[in-house]
């Protein structure tokens, strides 16, 4: 069953394709809130990794205990084949929204 990514999924989706496989939660909560200027919540953060991880477009697995947590293991998330194609197809949906429009969307011409 495919359905569309929203927004803050395909933001996620697209902090982990970046920071790449085995990255955790609060590594792509930074990537979103350097790159967008937005709060990304923890709560909403994790609610949308384990929907993604539900859907099958990521998973989910537990890192090694660390002295620095106490001995509590992360989770770590990595982007699926599923997943990849998920932001695939958001991208050229995007790409074929945007063409023929670009000029419209310059600083300055509003």
Do not use: C, N, W
């Not at 902090?15 to 967008?36: C, N, Q, S, Y």
């Amino acid at each position: 069953m495919s359905r569309a990514l929203g927004g803050f999924e395909q933001l996620i989706l697209l902090a982990i394709l970046r920071l790449g496989d085995d990255t955790h939660g609060v590594a792509i909560r930074r990537e979103i809130e350097a790159r967008t200027g937005k709060e990304a919540s923890t709560g909403a953060l994790y609610t949308t990794l384990e929907r993604l991880e539900t859907r099958g477009l990521i998973t989910g697995r537990l890192g090694e205990p660390t002295a620095k947590r106490g001995g509590r293991r992360k989770k770590l998330y990595s982007l699926e084949a599923a997943g990849m194609a998920a932001i695939r197809d958001s991208y050229d949906a995007f790409a074929s929204m945007i063409r023929g429009v670009e000029a419209k969307l310059v600083p300055g011409d509003r």
